[in-house]
């Protein structure tokens, strides 16, 4: 990349990191644990929420918590109506039939109970909400949506997305296969309820890749140029948590401290990335899940290792730090070396958890450079990345990464 380009992503990247501390990162009011949901209604209660709209999936509404849910909404007089057609990767399309349903009566507020494909959903009506004349793809980017939006709940069913505590709301246009993001602090759930009980029954591909989501989250906010000290703390913190927990979640699904350590994993990865970004990894995964529906933390999982290898030591000292996170003992001043042996770590994480090295796709040479063009427009300038990628380079990481890449 010319000097001239790289240095105007990169003061692009710098206004916009000065600039984040004047906007309104406010983190979600969190009710944490078993007794959550309880102790959430008593809070709603108080501040006379009444009625509200739940944005869920057809599955979740089988689960036992969720029953649960609706019976403690009820006890506290709370009525619902549910929307339960939440698929992966929310459309722009679906987004628009749900809003039409919210719209027809008066509600309190949104209550997205799911993964992040819920919970994005649940932004995407807000949006559309408080935007009746404008379309979603309209929105598209960041600070375009500025505008206040209805009371928005979020309880994860995975750990995860950390989409309870971002500005996020990641969307796919179906007419299109394009993928993408709307940023704004407005967008940030107002409370965030972390209940254990709501992963007791999730597959173990999906406590696993989810878990590798939430990761990825971590480390490209960790690696990125636009930390503070918090997001660097948080990282840091969400990094040790899913070390001490994802393997675990993933073998012994039933222990609830282990998937409450994970939900609270999560969510601190996404309070970190929210205000670091994340990067290159994301950028070449939402092409993956756009064109081809490839699951959003496996696309990360099997990426992350590829991305940070290419980093080289323009992230040694970064992933180093990381290491030292999950083993003490190591030499700090061996940069290069304990990042090799953090790619390693997640390697060995995702081999244990049967996740692939690569992705089993038959993808054409034409797609290939139509997802690298797309990810180096979603990365730039945007994601204040330690290496900013051309076309060519996002290209590579897809062919080494794709099982058949003609
Ligand atoms: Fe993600």
């Known amino acids: ?4 380009k790289r240095s105007v992503f990169r003061i692009y990247q710098k206004i916009l ?14 009710f944490e644990g078993e007794t959550s949901v309880e102790e959430m209604c008593k809070h709603l209660r108080i501040k006379n929420i009444n009625k509200l709209f739940i ?22 007089k709370i009525s619902v109506e549910i929307f339960s057609d939440v698929k992966p990767n929310p459309s722009i399309q679906l987004i628009e039939v749900a809003y039409q349903k919210y719209k027809e009566d008066k509600y309190d507020g949104l209550f997205a109970i799911g993964g992040g494909s819920a919970i994005d959903l649940a932004k995407g009506i807000g949006i559309r909400f408080t935007h009746p004349n404008k379309t979603l793809q309209s929105r598209k980017g960041i600070l375009k949506v500025l505008k206040k939006q209805p009371l928005l709940i979020a309880m994860p069913t995975t750990a995860g997305t950390g989409s309870e505590a971002t ?28 209940n254990p009980k709501t992963c007791l029954e999730l597959p173990q591909t999906i ?12 480390v490209e906010a960790y690696i990125g140029g636009s930390n503070t000290k918090k997001t660097k703390r948080m990282a840091k913190e969400a990094i040790q948590g899913i070390n001490d927990n994802l393997l675990d979640s993933y073998h012994n699904g039933n222990d609830l401290q282990v998937r409450m350590n994970m939900l609270k994993a999560s969510y601190q990865a996404g309070v970190a990335f929210t205000r670091a970004y994340v990067g290159n990894i994301h950028a070449l995964a939402h092409q993956l899940g756009g064109m081809y529906h490839v699951p959003h933390g496996l696309a990360n999982a099997v990426l992350m290792p590829y991305v940070l290898k290419y980093y080289q030591e323009k992230a040694y000292k970064k992933l180093s730090e990381l290491y030292l996170v999950i083993d003490n003992k190591a030499n700090p001043k061996e940069e290069k070396e304990n990042s090799i042996q953090f790619i390693s770590w997640i390697r ?32 730039n300038p945007l994601y204040p990345v330690p290496m900013i990628f051309e076309v060519n380079d996002f290209l590579k990481i897809y062919k080494q990464a794709i099982q058949k890449a003609n």
């Open 55 to 76: 944005v869920t999936d057809e599955n979740i509404i089988g689960f036992d918590f969720f029953k649960e849910t609706l019976n403690i909404l009820q006890e506290n």
């Open 17 to 30: 990191h000065l600039s984040m501390y004047f906007l309104p990162f406010k983190e979600p009011l969190l």
């Open 167 to 194: 500005v996020a709301c990641v969307v796919t246009d179906e007419e299109t296969n394009e993928k993408y993001a709307i940023n704004d602090p407005v967008l940030i759930p107002k409370i965030a309820c972390l």
């Open 207 to 218: 406590t696993a890749t989810t878990g590798i989501d939430a990761l990825t989250h971590a």
């Open 1 to 4: 990349m010319n000097i001239f």
């Open 348 to 379: 060995l994480m995702n081999k244990e958890m049967n996740i692939p090295e690569k992705f089993d796709l038959d993808v054409s040479e034409e797609s290939l450079l139509k997802m690298s063009q797309r990810a180096y427009k979603e990365a």
